[in-house]
T-cell receptor, first 113, second 112 residues
Framework: EAGVTQFPSHSVIEKGQTVTLRCDPI?????LYWYRRVMGKEIKFLLH????????ESGMPNNRFLAERTGGTYSTLKVQPAELEDSGVYFC???????????FGSGTRLTVV | AQSVTQLGSHVSVSEGALVLLRCNYS??????LFWYVQYPNQGLQLLLK??????LVKGINGFEAEFKKSETSFHLTKPSAHMSDAAEYFC??????????FGTGTSLTVIP
């Protein structure tokens, strides 16, 4: 089966610009998660979708971040406007049943300059 | 509140030596515990998980971890390191399974 796909793999943008990250989960996985790792720090939870609904968005840093999941399939994470502290690696993961753990994508490395 | 502490951000071992990566957690309820590995330019790959069954958990690539409730630990071990084990390793804890709390990661270097 295909894994979790994220693109772009790298993005370099200027402060104040907008960036949209995309995640395609494993087909049939209702649960989709976004995480972020700022350099040298731990990987932190951003939000969790069940199908198209936001189950938990307690980790979203502020209202410059907007996540959507169209029709319960792929998800996008938009940062607008981007700030320097938004730089990091953004991971997407999906699961059907948490007892099996998540399957992670390769991540999108975002650099804001 | 849940948290994970991984002691040692960088660990170096000789090829063939024992690998020991430490993880201590805090959780108010019986947790689910996971180890993930990230190879260069790849995503996080599940190594093994503890979900309240056997306390000694065997994973892929010869790794195993033991859940010790009294010590709130879930250390990762492998008897003999291979060059291909060089990667970054992450311990994670969850009580619901829907939000994971990760440690800061341990980068493993294997010296030939």
């Amino acid at each position: 089966e295909a894994g979790v796909t994220q693109f772009p793999s790298h993005s370099v943008i200027e402060k104040g610009q907008t960036v949209t990250l995309r995640c395609d989960p494993i087909s049939g996985h209702d649960n989709l998660y976004w995480y972020r790792r700022v350099m040298g720090k731990e990987i932190k939870f951003l939000l969790h979708f069940v199908k198209e609904s936001k189950q938990d968005e307690s980790g979203m840093p502020n209202n410059r971040f907007l996540a959507e999941r169209t029709g319960g399939t792929y998800s996008t994470l938009k940062v607008q406007p981007a700030e320097l502290e938004d730089s990091g690696v953004y991971f997407c993961a999906s699961s059907q049943d948490m007892t099996f753990g998540y399957t992670f994508g390769s991540g999108t490395r975002l650099t804001v300059v | 509140a849940q948290s994970v502490t991984q002691l040692g951000s960088h660990v170096s071992v000789s090829e063939g030596a024992l690998v020991l990566l430490r993880c201590n957690y805090s959780s108010s309820v019986p947790p689910y515990l996971f180890w993930y590995v990230q190879y260069p330019n790849q995503g996080l790959q599940l190594l093994l998980k503890y979900t309240s069954a056997a306390t000694l958990v065997k994973g892929i690539n010869g790794f195993e971890a033991e859940f010790k409730k009294s010590e709130t630990s879930f250390h990762l071990t492998k008897p003999s390191a291979h060059m291909s084990d060089a990667a970054e390793y992450f311990c994670a804890v969850s009580d619901t399974g829907n939000q994971f709390y990760f440690g800061t990661g341990t980068s493993l270097t294997v010296i030939p």
